[in-house]
């Protein structure tokens, strides 16, 4: 098998390892993320606001770090919308 890069995963592309047979696998953690995300995006996700000092914070759920792979202290941009707020992952 040889390791190929951006391998066709539903609407997402991702590692993996293609044989000459034509079988593919696919890298495992890239692969749930992929899946996780898709789970999401048909979701209604539920996030709480928490307050520290004069600032509001914005608490994401485990499920939603792990599929957009954010981490502590990661910057995000948002957007506001006619309709509401729109996170977005620099």
Do not use: T
């Amino acid at each position: 098998m040889k390791f190929v890069k951006k391998i066709r995963f539903a609407e997402y592309k991702i590692d993996g390892w293609e044989c000459s047979c034509g079988e593919i696998v696919f890298d495992s953690v890239q692969a749930e993320r992929a899946l996780l995300h898709n789970k999401l995006k048909k979701a209604k996700i539920k996030a709480k606001l928490g307050q520290i000092r004069s600032n509001l914070i914005l608490r994401l759920p485990k499920d939603v770090e792990a599929a957009l792979g954010l981490h502590k202290g990661e910057e995000v941009e948002l957007k506001i919308e006619k309709d509401g707020l729109k996170v977005l992952v620099a």
